[in-house]
C-alpha cells in the first residue's frame, strides 16, 4: 500500500461525488464561475457545503484548496512566507497564492473562525479586481479566470465577537444551505450507504427529533453527516440504538441526561 | 480511642439550653433517658442534629429528639438526617403542623423512602423525560408531578414517584410510556372531538379502547417504545389480545382509524368486553382539556392570522414597494406534502401563497404545528391574515408587569425562586426567596454630563491607561514558527553556526494579539443607607467606569439590589450585557435611588445565573456596597453572612471570581470570611470611590 502524495494545486477530483442538489445552487454557482464571482456558502454544519465544494470542483474540472481556517490563522498562512533552507531565505506560497497561479478552487472553509485581519487579505481578490497582493515580495497576483473563491460560514453558532463584516460579506454570491427535506435526506442515506430504505426513513426521523431540540438543550440538532455516518455503521451491523448513540448522540452533546433522551428516542424508533 | 457515652444529666442539660426550657417547659427527661443508652458517636450525631433543627423551631426539635433513638434504630444515620432536614422542610412550607407528622409518622417516612429508593422520581428523571418529549415532536408541552395522569393538552401531568415495579429502570420505562401515551393523545388526535358530554362508565371505556387506537399510532411511528410498552405491560398484567377481544383491535388499529372510531365503538361495546385497562393510559380529564384548548385556539389564531399579515407585509414589500391602501386581506393556502398522514416530522404541510410556495420563520412553524395537532389539518378561516387592528395580542400576554405585583395582594407569580443557606441547620432553605428583576426607569437630568465635567481629567488618564490595557498586537520574536524572518536572530544563528554551534530554528517573528475575554457584572447595592453621598459616589464611579469600560470593550452589565424580606427581592436592571451603553443606561444611572434592604445570597445566586447566558474566559462578580448583608427579617448577623458566604462558594464552583468594593470601615471583621482574604477593598473615603473603582478594576483584570 502506498499513500500518495499530491501538492495541492494538483487535486483534481477525478470520480463524481455523490451530491444530491436541494434548489438552484449548481446552476447559481456555475454562473458565478462564469461571471468571475466569488461565492459564500451559508448553512449549519454537516449540512453538504463541503461536498457541494468538491462536486462543483468535478464539474468544472479544477483542482480544489481547502482551507480550515482557525482563531490562530494568519494572513501569512494564506498568502505565504520566507523559509530559511540551507543558509538561504526562500518564498514559499501559502494556499492561496498558490491557488491564484494555478488557476484553482480555493475554499476557504468556516472563515469566521479566522482572525478579522486575515479575511481582509481576500478583499481585492473578491472584487472586481482579483488580485492578491503579496508585499513581501512585492508582486501583485492577477488571477486568471479560472481561479475562484469560495468560503463558508455557519450563522447558527458563530459568537457575537466573530461576526462575519459586512465588508466582507457583500463581496461574494451567497449560497445558503440547510438539510434537505425528509425524502431527500432518505435518498441521500440510501445512496452514501446502501442501508435500506425503512432504516434510512427512520434515521431521518430521529434527525428530525434532534432538530426539534435545539435550543432546549441541543446547540445543533443531527446534520445530514452524521445520519450518514450512522448507516455507515448500521451497515456493518451494528445495532441501530448503539449507532445513533455513538455517531449521532455522542457527538451533538455531552449533557448526560441529553444523551440519555436522545438514546430513548432512538431506542423508541428502532 | 472510644469516648465514654455522655450522662443523662449532661444530656438534659445540653437539650435544655439546645431547646430553652426555661421558656418551652418541655420535659427533656424522657428523650435524654433513650439517648442515654446510644453509643457516644450517635449520642454527638443526635445532639447535633436537635441543635440545628432547634433553629427552626424548638417543639420540632422536641419531637425529634423524641423519637430519634427510635429512628436510628430503624434507619441510618444519613436517612435519619435526611427525616429531619425534610421535616424542617415542611415547616418553612407548610407549617408546625405538617412537619410534626413527619416526626410522628416515622412509618411512614420509611416506607416513602423506600419507595423512593427503588422507585423512580420525577425530580430526577425530568431531566432525561423533558427533552425525550420535546424531541417526540409536536407541540412543546410540559411536564409536572400531579397525584392523577392525565394531561390538558399543555402539560402532562405525572406522579412524582413511581414504584409500581422493584427495578427503579423499570420504574423509569413505565414513566416513559406514561408521557408518551400521553403525548399520543395530544398527537393522534384523541382530543379533536368534544368528551366532555361522556358519562363516567363511558369514559372508562373510551379511555381502554383510545389507547388500543393510540398503541397502534405509536407501533407504526416509535416501533421500539411500543415494544417496550408492550414488555411492561406483560410484565405488570398480561393483556388478553385474542378471541373476542380480536375484531376491536382490528378496528382499533387499523391505518384510518380516528377518534371517531372509537366513539363508534363506544356503544357497541360493552363494558365486560373492553380490553381492560393499561398500567401507563392514566385517565382524561374533559374539563381541564376543554378549558385549556379553548383558550389556546383562541389564542393561537390570533397569533397565527396576525403573523401571517406580518409576513405578507414583508412578501409585499420585497416584491414591489407601492402599497395599495385598501386591499382585502391576503389569503394563504396550504400544500400537503403526499403521505401527510401519520408522520412525525413537522414541515409536511407548507405555506403558500399566490400560488408560490413560502417559507415561514420558526415561529409560525411551531405555530402552525401546534394548530394541525389541535385540528389535524389548519382550517382556512386561519388562512386569512388578520386586518389591521383586528386583534390586540397584549391580552393574550400572560407575563405580569413586576411594577403591579405589589398593587394587588401579592402573589410570586413569575419571579425566580432561590434558594438559601441556613448555617444554623446546615441545610438549604429550598425555595426560599422571591427575586424579581425590574427595570430602573431612565431620567434624562445632568447628572451624567456634571459627572463627565467634574472628573474630566481623571478621565483622560483613565482613558490612557485602559487604552494600554486593550488587547494589544505584541511581536513575539525568536519563534520556530512565524509570519517572518527575525533578522537578528538569523544573524545570532549564523554567528552561532560559524563558531561550531548548532543552528537555532527560532528564526521567526510572530505577532501576537492578546484579546481579552473579560465578562463582569456590577451589583450595586441600592439599600436605604446608601441614601445621599454614597448613592452619589456609587452613580460617579458606575458612570466612570462605564466610559472606560467602554474603551477595554469588556463586556459588562451593571445590577442595582434591594429589597424587603424574603417575599420581595428586587434586582434594578441598569446595563444587561446585550445593552449599548447608550443614552438611556446613562440615564437609568442617574435614576439609581437608595430602596431597602440588602438581602445578598438570593442576587448573587441570581447573577450566576446570568453568568451563564455568556461565554467568557474571565467571569467577574464586582459588589459595590456599604456594609454587611442586612434584612428586615432574621437576615442579619451570622445569618446573611453565611448566606451570602455558601452563595459565594456556588458562584466560584462556577467559575466566578467574586470582589467586593466596600466603604464599611468594619468590613475587615466581616469580609475576609465572606469573599476571602485578597477580594476586597475597603475604602475610607467616600469622595475618593470614584477615583479607586476603576483604579481596581484595571488591577484585577491585568
Not at chain 1, 488571477?143 to 458563530?158: D, R
Not at chain 2, 424548638?58 to 419531637?63: C, D, H, P, R
Not at chain 2, 404545528?369 to 388578520?386: K, M, T
Request: aromatic fraction near 8%.
Amino acid at each position: 500500500m502506498k499513500t500518495k502524495v499530491l501538492k495541492p494545486e494538483e487535486h483534481y477530483i477525478k470520480d463524481e461525488p455523490y451530491y444530491q442538489p436541494i434548489g438552484e445552487e449548481i446552476r447559481v454557482f456555475d454562473a458565478a464561475y462564469k461571471q468571475q464571482l466569488p461565492v459564500l456558502l451559508k448553512g449549519p454544519t454537516g449540512c453538504g457545503k463541503t461536498r457541494f465544494m468538491e462536486h462543483m470542483a468535478w464539474r468544472l474540472k479544477r483542482p480544489l484548496i481547502t482551507v480550515s481556517c482557525h482563531d490562530d490563522l494568519t494572513a501569512s498562512d494564506l498568502v505565504g512566507r520566507f523559509l530559511i533552507t540551507s543558509g538561504e531565505t526562500i518564498w514559499v506560497d501559502g494556499p492561496l497564492a498558490s491557488a491564484v497561479r494555478h488557476g484553482a478552487i480555493c475554499y476557504l472553509d468556516e472563515i469566521v473562525e479566522a482572525r478579522k485581519d486575515t479575511t481582509v487579505v481576500i478583499h481585492p481578490l473578491a472584487d472586481d479586481r482579483r488580485i492578491l497582493p503579496m508585499e513581501k515580495v512585492g508582486e501583485l497576483l492577477e488571477a486568471t479566470p479560472e481561479f475562484c473563491l469560495a468560503i463558508s460560514y455557519n450563522p447558527g453558532y458563530q459568537s457575537v465577537m466573530k461576526d462575519l463584516k459586512q465588508s466582507t460579506r457583500q463581496r461574494f454570491v451567497a449560497l445558503e444551505f440547510d438539510y434537505p427535506g425528509a425524502e431527500l435526506e432518505t435518498e441521500i442515506i440510501i445512496k452514501e450507504t446502501g442501508i435500506d430504505a425503512d432504516t434510512a426513513r427512520q434515521l431521518v426521523k430521529f434527525a428530525h427529533m434532534t432538530r426539534d431540540l435545539k435550543g432546549s438543550g441541543l446547540d445543533e440538532g443531527a446534520s445530514t453527516r452524521l445520519l450518514v455516518h450512522a448507516a455507515k455503521l448500521m451497515h456493518e451491523d451494528i445495532d441501530p440504538v448503539v449507532a445513533c448513540q455513538t455517531a449521532i448522540a455522542q457527538a451533538i452533546t455531552d449533557d448526560h441526561d441529553m444523551l440519555v433522551a436522545m438514546n430513548e428516542l432512538s431506542s423508541s424508533l428502532f | 480511642m472510644m469516648r465514654e457515652p455522655l450522662g443523662k444529666d449532661e444530656i438534659i442539660e445540653f437539650m435544655d439550653e439546645c431547646l430553652e426550657v426555661e421558656f418551652s417547659f418541655v420535659k427533656n427527661e424522657i428523650p435524654a433517658e433513650q439517648i442515654t443508652k446510644l453509643p457516644r458517636q450517635q449520642q454527638d450525631f443526635i445532639l447535633n442534629l436537635i441543635k440545628r433543627v432547634a433553629d427552626t423551631n424548638i417543639e420540632l426539635a422536641y419531637q425529634l429528639a423524641c423519637g430519634s433513638a427510635h429512628a436510628l434504630n430503624e434507619m441510618g444515620k444519613h436517612m435519619v438526617e435526611e427525616w429531619a432536614m425534610t421535616a424542617a422542610d415542611h415547616y418553612d412550607r407548610k407549617g408546625l403542623f405538617p412537619a410534626m407528622s413527619i416526626i410522628r409518622d416515622l412509618d411512614n417516612f420509611i416506607h416513602t423512602a423506600h419507595e423512593r429508593a427503588h422507585g423512580s422520581l420525577l425530580e430526577d428523571e425530568i431531566g432525561v423525560l423533558l427533552p425525550f418529549l420535546h424531541g417526540l415532536s409536536g407541540r412543546k408541552l410540559k411536564l409536572e408531578a400531579s397525584d392523577t395522569t392525565f394531561t390538558d393538552t399543555e402539560t402532562i401531568f405525572v406522579p412524582p414517584v413511581i414504584a409500581v415495579f422493584s427495578d427503579s429502570k423499570e420504574n423509569f420505562r413505565l414513566y416513559k410510556a406514561t408521557v408518551a401515551h400521553h403525548w399520543a393523545q395530544i398527537q393522534f388526535g384523541t382530543f379533536r372531538t368534544d368528551l366532555s358530554q361522556l358519562p363516567e362508565d363511558q369514559l372508562i371505556k373510551f379511555c381502554s379502547l383510545e389507547t388500543v387506537r393510540l398503541d397502534a399510532c405509536i407501533r407504526n411511528e416509535l416501533p421500539g417504545l411500543h415494544r417496550q410498552m408492550q414488555s411492561l405491560q406483560n410484565k405488570f398484567e398480561q393483556q388478553e389480545t385474542s378471541g373476542q377481544y380480536e375484531e376491536i383491535i382490528n378496528t382499533l388499529s387499523s391505518s384510518n382509524a380516528s377518534v371517531k372510531t372509537t366513539l363508534d365503538l363506544l356503544d357497541k361495546v360493552t363494558y365486560e368486553k373492553c380490553p381492560g385497562s393499561y398500567i401507563y393510559q392514566g385517565t382524561i380529564d374533559p374539563v381541564a382539556v376543554a378549558a385549556t384548548m379553548s383558550k389556546r385556539i383562541e389564542r393561537e389564531k390570533a397569533f397565527f392570522r396576525v403573523a401571517l399579515s406580518d409576513l405578507a407585509k414583508d412578501l409585499t414589500r420585497a416584491e414591489e414597494n407601492d402599497e395599495s391602501p385598501e386591499k382585502s386581506p391576503p389569503r394563504f393556502g396550504i400544500r400537503k406534502k403526499d403521505d401527510a398522514e401519520h408522520t412525525l416530522s413537522n414541515g409536511m404541510v407548507q405555506l403558500e401563497i399566490d400560488g408560490g410556495l413560502v417559507a415561514p420563520p420558526q415561529h409560525i412553524k411551531e405555530l402552525m404545528s401546534s394548530i394541525i395537532v389541535d385540528f389535524g389539518d389548519i382550517p382556512p378561516e386561519y388562512l386569512v391574515a388578520a386586518g389591521p387592528g383586528e386583534y390586540d395580542l397584549t391580552v393574550f400576554d400572560s407575563s405580569l408587569n413586576p411594577n403591579d405585583v405589589w398593587k394587588g395582594t401579592y402573589h410570586e407569580e413569575g419571579a425566580q425562586i432561590y434558594n438559601e443557606w441556613n448555617y444554623k441547620r446546615q441545610h438549604y432553605h429550598k425555595d426560599w426567596c422571591v427575586l424579581r428583576e425590574i427595570e430602573v426607569q431612565p431620567v434624562y437630568d445632568s447628572f451624567v454630563e456634571d459627572t463627565l465635567e467634574k472628573y474630566s481629567k481623571l478621565l483622560k488618564s483613565l482613558r490612557n491607561t485602559f487604552e494600554y490595557m486593550r488587547g494589544e498586537d505584541k511581536l513575539l520574536k525568536k519563534q520556530p514558527h512565524g509570519d517572518d524572518i527575525d533578522i537578528d536572530a538569523l544573524v545570532e544563528a549564523y554567528a552561532d553556526v560559524k563558531s561550531g554551534m548548532e543552528m537555532t530554528n527560532q528564526l521567526f517573528t510572530k505577532m501576537h494579539k492578546e484579546e481579552r475575554n473579560v465578562a463582569v457584572i456590577f451589583m450595586v447595592d441600592m439599600s436605604g443607607s446608601t441614601k445621599g453621598w454614597i448613592n452619589r459616589a456609587e452613580r460617579e464611579s458606575l458612570i466612570l467606569l462605564a466610559e472606560v469600560l467602554e474603551v477595554l470593550q469588556d463586556r459588562y452589565a451593571i445590577y442595582g439590589f434591594s429589597g424587603m424580606t424574603r417575599k420581595r427581592c428586587e434586582l434594578f436592571k441598569i446595563k444587561a450585557f446585550d445593552d449599548e451603553y447608550d443614552a438611556e443606561v446613562k440615564a437609568r444611572i442617574s435614576n439609581i435611588e437608595p430602596q431597602d434592604y440588602t438581602r445578598m445570597g438570593v442576587f448573587i445566586r441570581h447573577v450566576i445565573r446570568h453568568f451563564s447566558e455568556v461565554e467568557a474566559s474571565t467571569k467577574l462578580l464586582i459588589t459595590l456596597s456599604d456594609g454587611k448583608p442586612d434584612d428586615y427579617d432574621t437576615y442579619r448577623g451570622e445569618y446573611g453572612v453565611e448566606d451570602t458566604r455558601q452563595a459565594l462558594f456556588e458562584a466560584r464552583r462556577d467559575g466566578i471570581h467574586s470582589f467586593c468594593i466596600t466603604i464599611d470601615e468594619e468590613a475587615r471583621d466581616y469580609l475576609p470570611h465572606m469573599y476571602g482574604a485578597a477580594n476586597y477593598t475597603v475604602i475610607d473615603n467616600v469622595a475618593s470611590l470614584p477615583i479607586k473603582v476603576s483604579e481596581i478594576y484595571r488591577r484585577l483584570t491585568t
